[in-house]
C-alpha cells in the first residue's frame, strides 16, 4: 500500500515521461489511491507500471533476506497490490534471485499470488470465531 502510493507520488512530482499519467491522476483526484495507481497500471501507464516494478524490486530483496535466514519454500503475496499478478511477481523474482545469498546451496523459493487475496483477512477473522464459538460450546 503505503511504498506504492509513495512511489507513484515521488513519480507524479518529478513528472516527465514516467510521471505525466501519474501527475494527471493526482490533479483530478487530489491524492492518489491505490485504486487510482491500480488503474493507471491496467492502463498500461509507464509511471504506475515503473512504481510497481520498484516495489517488486523492494519485496525480491526482502524475500531474499528472509530466504536466506528461513529457507521458506513459498512466499504469497497478498492485498490489493496482488490483483497486478506477474507485473507484480517478475520483478519480485527478478530480484530476490538477484539478492539471494549462497544461491544454489538451497531450493530457491516460489512466488505465488494469494488465492483469496483481499478477503483473506475476512475468512481469518470468521475462522478464528467459528473456533472460539466451538470451545464455547465444548466447555473450553
Known amino acids: 500500500g503505503r511504498a506504492l502510493l509513495r512511489t507513484a507520488d515521488e513519480l507524479a512530482d518529478l513528472g516527465g515521461t514516467h510521471g505525466e499519467g501519474l501527475a494527471a491522476r493526482r490533479r483530478e483526484v487530489g491524492t492518489l489511491t491505490g485504486h487510482d ?8 501507464d509507464p509511471g504506475a507500471l515503473l512504481a510497481l516494478r520498484r516495489l ?14 528461513l529457507d ?5 503475496i497478498g492485498g490489493g497490490v496482488a490483483q497486478a499478478g506477474d507485473l507484480l511477481l517478475d520483478p519480485i523474482r527478478e530480484a530476490y534471485l538477484a539478492h539471494l545469498p ?10 505465488r499470488i494469494a488465492e483469496l487475496v483481499n478477503d483473506a483477512g475476512v475468512v481469518g477473522a470468521a475462522d478464528l470465531a467459528r473456533r472460539h464459538a ?4 465444548h466447555g473450553a
Open 72 to 76: 521458506p519454500q513459498m512466499f504469497v
Open 102 to 111: 549462497a544461491r544454489g546451496y538451497h531450493p530457491e523459493a516460489e512466488f
Open 37 to 44: 495507481v491500480s488503474d493507471l497500471i491496467q492502463a498500461g
Open 56 to 69: 517488486g524490486g523492494w519485496l525480491g530483496e526482502a524475500a531474499a533476506s528472509i530466504g536466506a535466514i
Open 134 to 137: 466451538a470451545a464455547l460450546r
